[in-house]
């Protein structure tokens, strides 16, 4: 996300505050958190994936164990 996506969510934020959205920037608005939101929980989900956990006798771990299909 750039850094003017970023303003603009601000941008309207603070407009919000002041009057009414728009329809269109209601759904500007509604695009670019979910854009935020979205790309916050993939760089979110690789440092979980890729964390792991050393156990008091020296072991690794995992933090999350993916899980196995089921048949």
Same mark, same amino acid.
């Given at each position: 996300?750039?850094? !003017?996506?970023? @303003?603009?969510?601000? &941008? #309207?934020? /603070?407009?919000?505050?002041?009057?009414?959205?728009?329809? !269109?920037?209601? @759904?500007?608005?509604? &695009? #670019?958190? /979910?854009?935020?939101?979205?790309?916050?929980?993939?760089?979110?989900?690789?440092?979980?994936?890729?964390?792991?956990?050393?156990?008091?006798?020296?072991?690794?771990?995992?933090?999350?164990?993916?899980?196995?299909?089921?048949?």
């Amino acid at each position: 996300m750039t850094k !003017e996506q970023i @303003e603009r969510i601000n &941008v #309207l934020a /603070r407009l919000s505050r002041e009057r009414e959205l728009i329809e !269109e920037e209601l @759904e500007e608005q509604r &695009v #670019l958190r /979910r854009q935020y939101i979205d790309e916050f929980k993939a760089n979110l989900k690789a440092t979980l994936d890729n964390t792991y956990i050393q156990e008091p006798d020296g072991t690794k771990r995992k933090l999350k164990q993916k899980e196995t299909a089921q048949k």
